[in-house]
């Protein structure tokens, strides 16, 4: 009994090490490769929700926390990893408290507050390097609605993985 508890210990250790490290080389690649950076967030969050279904919640803040600090090491361009932190990994984790509610509409208010806390800190970031001149034909409030209607296709797409890891992936890896 207390060598399959080892075992299994041994093998959470390793999914998550294993998929920390890919959440941090996907963090990399976002601040090397020319295109695509959008999607490298969403991979490392991605990799980060495989760690929290497979080994749980702990392990899902301290992969968090060890991506978040590699990553800050690591990249060159610090403010890169900022969505990451703020928003994409941290959301990950959010994200499986709140669904845990398991009522639709409060579960909405809560993602959506979460996600323009998230918005409001990285718009205090970014506003410092983003000039005055860009919105003026664009206005402020339409981006917002736009990241509203943005968000809502992720967490739809968020939900949709997690499912198909669930229903798909993870049956077939752990019959192998």
């Known amino acids: 009994m ?7 210990n041994t093998r959470k250790i390793a999914i998550a090490g294993i998929l920390t490290s890919l959440g941090t ?5 976002e601040n090397i490769v020319p295109t695509g950076k959008l999607g490298f967030y969403v991979f490392a969050g991605f990799l980060l929700s495989v ?7 702990t392990y899902g803040w301290i992969s968090f926390g060890a991506t ?5 090491i690591l990249v060159p361009e610090k403010t890169a990893v900022i969505p ?10 959010i994200k499986n408290y709140i ?4 009522r639709i509409i409060v579960e909405l208010i809560l993602k959506f507050g979460f996600f323009n806390l998230s918005l409001y800190f990285m718009w205090s970031i970014a506003r410092h390097f983003i000039p005055e001149t860009l919105f003026r034909n664009f206005p402020v409030i339409v981006l917002i609605i736009l990241l509203q209607l943005v968000f809502f296709v992720f967490d739809w ?12 992936l993870s049956p077939r890896i752990k019959r192998q």
Do not use: P
């Open 99 to 102: 669904e845990r509610i398991n």
């Open 84 to 93: 990451f932190v703020l928003f994409f990994g941290i959301y990950s984790i």
């Open 25 to 29: 080389v996907a963090l990399i690649l």
């Open 68 to 72: 978040s600090l590699t990553a800050f």
């Open 2 to 8: 207390e060598a399959d508890k080892h075992l299994n």
């Open 51 to 57: 760690i929290i279904m497979e080994c749980g919640l």
């Open 157 to 168: 797409i968020f939900t949709l993985w997690t499912r198909f890891y669930l229903e798909i």
